[in-house]
């Protein structure tokens, strides 16, 4: 299919806010010549304290907005949407494949560690609804896995604070709450999370592996590329376009952190949904 | 105007989700014949790093939800709200008396240390904003205002981490990021943060005096229904009513803590706006 205009439509990556910009990072590094456009819904976040009703219907809303934009594929970027509203999306936006970051999360904690066992460090609304427990159990039977509610992670990436006694004080709070548990893993279950590796890393013993779904899902993105045979040909790099549902001045700002470069206000464009 | 059936109307009180409450449960113990309708809007919650469109737009449909309520007065007992919503709410409410709490928080500083050193701990939008060194400024010329953004105090409230060490430690940081002021007052200028008085004033300087807008805002909420004749006669104790747009299990598990009475979620009507 080279040369099919349709394989330059972007994919679309969609995030409660600006974490999912570590998702979109790992795409672009693994695919330059994508199209992508990146909708962080900072009117209605976080999601991860919300109900799974207003959680689904805010993302289908978000799914709806992308397709207006021709997408070619949707990457949900988001754990708690991921985990809530991946099926109910599916069938939306059907034909047009839909990637979550659970499933891509969970096959990563297997390839790690086989028969191990994995703590989730995610939100509320994650937790609750144990997807990565069901998602390593259809691929390890053997595996292990705690799932803990780790809020104040999503106030101190948001805040910057990454670094410091107080980000290692909340973590260690967090793995003595999942006690007795002593992981070969720690999934970062919240797309806000990698920028806090080193310190959860710092804090937990030598021997545990961190995994995010980042790298994992920019893969699964590939080869669901190349299976429909929509990948972007051409020599040239991928465009990029960011939108945000509120203050584009804060997206720029905290968003640059996630992303690994600065950006302006005027790199965001403000949409409604 | 006894036994007038207006009076029997309840006053609508609105916050953006639980803290509020704060607010709430000081009407209630100064007016307790009064009947109450509280609205929490927990689906778009934070409002303190969203936009002033997006803050505006808000608190405007929630106070147009209370008033299909037939609330004889309005109080927006969020701190947020208060600053950037106060005069597009007062007239799209008219005549409906509309109270915030921006202003009696700044009449309970000037009150406690005229010509003082005031430092307002506050959410991003409200710091923005300036309200309180406005209010302030208006009430005492001869004072000192300075305002400090402190996004890691809402999320350690709505976790229930309001003591201990990480509680100190966070605290800490926000008045050392404010250093060189010396406070005389320090004003808890989102209701969120009553809950964190204790170790605010443990961190602070002991001469340092915490005020918070509830008492004031009560004061306030009194002095207008007699100026309007409109206090309930009745010696029975008024209903209370709470409407929350998102999720009733967590909103009476939280709230319950800013309330200082345990909740069940069958006590919260789940709304749309």
Not at 20 to 47: F, M
């Amino acid at each position: 299919m080279t040369g099919d205009p349709y394989n330059n439509q972007p994919i679309g990556v969609f995030d409660s806010g600006v974490g999912g910009l570590t998702v979109l990072k790992a795409i672009r590094d693994a695919l330059p010549n994508e199209n992508l456009v990146y909708l962080g819904d900072t009117a209605r976040l976080p999601y991860g304290t919300k109900s799974p009703a207003s959680i689904e219907r805010y993302a289908t809303q978000a799914a709806a907005k992308l397709q207006e934009q021709g997408i070619k594929l949707l990457v949900v970027a988001c754990n708690t949407a991921s985990a809530v509203a991946l099926d109910a999306l599916r069938e939306t936006m059907a034909p047009i494949p839909v990637v979550g970051v659970v499933e891509p999360g969970a096959t990563a904690a297997v390839a790690a560690h086989a028969g191990g066992r994995h703590l989730v460090l995610a939100t509320e609304a994650t937790v609750r609804l144990g997807a990565y427990s069901k998602a390593i159990a259809e691929r390890d039977p053997d595996a292990e896995v705690r799932e803990q509610a780790c809020e104040m992670l999503v106030a101190l990436a948001e805040e910057g604070w990454s670094g410091g006694n107080i980000a290692r004080a909340i973590v260690r709070r967090y793995l003595e709450e999942a006690n007795g548990h002593d992981p070969d893993t720690i999934i970062l279950g919240c797309t806000h999370f990698p920028l806090l590796k080193d310190t959860i890393q710092a804090v937990a013993d030598d021997h545990v592996i961190l995994v995010d779904s980042a790298s994992t899902t920019a893969d699964v993105v590939r080869a669901a590329l190349a299976a429909q045979g929509t990948s972007r040909d051409s020599g040239s790099p991928g465009s990029l376009r960011l939108l945000a549902t509120d203050g584009a001045t804060r997206f720029a700002r905290v968003g640059g952190q996630f992303l690994g470069r600065s950006l302006s206000y005027s790199d965001v464009e403000l949409v409604d949904l």
